[in-house]
């Protein structure tokens, strides 16, 4: 099965830093996870100085990469993954990686 990588890095609405970390460990970190070919998931801090406060790395198994991501982009504003006002949505940036070698 192939390995990937999902890193997102963003941000919280100014002043809201509490409700973006429990929407973001609460519900947005499981309902990433509840995706088939998520595996697993971390989350970090900056602790310097930085365009993006948060990051949050996401382990991906999949034959079917396209399906995943199909799903991925299908999910977020529903049901099965709704977004938080706390989230600052305009800088957050995603992208899926895959090993060097």
């Known amino acids: 099965?192939?390995?990937?990588?999902?890193?997102?890095?963003?941000?919280?609405?100014?002043?809201?830093d509490a409700e973006y970390n429990e929407?973001?460990?609460g519900q947005h970190m499981p309902d990433v996870l509840a995706i088939p070919g998520f595996v697993s998931a971390e989350r970090f801090v900056c602790v310097g100085d930085g365009p993006h406060r948060y990051l949050a790395i996401y382990e991906i198994e999949t034959d079917?990469?396209?399906g995943l991501?199909?799903?991925?982009s299908r999910r977020p504003g529903t049901d099965l993954m709704p977004i938080s006002t706390s989230l600052e949505f305009a800088?957050?940036?995603?992208?899926f990686w895959k090993p060097a070698a």
């Open 1 to 16: 099965m192939a390995r990937y990588k999902l890193v997102a890095f963003s941000n919280a609405v100014e002043g809201h």
């Open 23 to 25: 929407w973001y460990d």
């Open 64 to 66: 079917d990469l396209e």
């Open 69 to 72: 991501l199909a799903e991925f």
């Open 91 to 95: 800088s957050a940036v995603v992208g």
